[in-house]
């Protein structure tokens, strides 16, 4: 396995990246292996970009360009693996339907698409979820341990059962603060926080051991969401966990 950072945590406290060498540097320093979205608005940059991310030793899994054709085409031609499932479906048979066919798009370009579950969106459950991996047999999974375990759902269970459908991992910890707030508004129940600090009694431990044992060799990369302290002290805090 590879560990990396899903970064718009970091995103939303500094207000922005506006130097990705420097943070690329931080996060190696940290020990983590790379990120998972190559940020770029032409070719010519995502080519530039990678570029340097392999000077520095690092890697990435997946190009975010401006379009969805232009993540399927820069992500094939620099090698990787997958894109995120992006379509405008607002009904399930409609979203499942859209993302069918990304999926075909997809592997015409030697790529899989994966869907990232999502508290407040229509693949929010386990039950969902299931069903969503059911009707889109195509589409891989970016499974997000906390989005699933803040609702009740089980990491470890979903690893072991549909571990030919992930794609990458996003090891997340939650904390629960305010139960009374109805799941409407589910950013006003707790926070995103970092690896161990949770308290809805999810084991990323657990799902690490699940992954190991189901031969799942991918990306795991950290992601925090929601950062109450300097981002890099926190994301240390989470590499420490992974080395334990």
């Known amino acids: ?32 292996d790379g ?25 990435f ?18 090698g990787k693996a997958y894109i995120w499932a992006n379509v405008t479906g607002t009904d399930f048979p409609t979203f499942c339907r859209q993302v069918n066919l990304q999926a075909a798009a997809c592997a015409r370009w030697g790529l899989r698409l994966g869907l990232h579950n999502h508290m407040g969106t229509l693949v929010e459950t386990e039950a969902q ?24 759902g089980h990491p470890v269970e979903i690893v072991q059962r549909y571990a030919e459908r992930l794609v990458a991992v996003h090891l997340k910890d939650w904390r629960l603060e305010h139960p009374e707030i109805g799941m409407a508004e ?34 795991v990369f950290v992601e925090q969401d929601t950062h109450i302290d300097d981002p890099l002290a926190e994301l240390a805090v989470s590499r420490a966990y992974l080395r334990d």
């Open 61 to 78: 899994a997946t190009c975010q360009g401006p379009t969805v054709d232009a993540c399927l085409q820069w992500t094939s031609g620099l």
């Open 129 to 152: 979820l299931t069903a969503f991996l059911t009707d889109c047999p195509s589409c891989g999974l970016i499974l997000d341990t906390a989005h699933l375990a803040a609702v009740g």
């Open 1 to 32: 396995m590879k560990f990396g950072v899903a970064d718009f945590g970091m995103n939303v406290w500094d207000g922005g990246c506006y130097d990705l060498e420097t943070r690329w540097e931080a996060l190696r320093e940290i020990g983590y």
């Open 186 to 219: 589910w950013w006003k129940r707790g926070r995103f926080c970092e690896l161990g600090a949770g308290n809805i009694a999810l084991d990323n431990r657990a799902v690490l051991r699940a992954l190991r044992e189901v031969g799942y060799d991918g990306w």
């Open 35 to 59: 990120i998972e979205r190559l940020p770029a608005v032409s070719a010519e940059e995502a080519v530039l970009r990678a570029a340097r991310l392999r000077r520095m030793s690092l890697d």
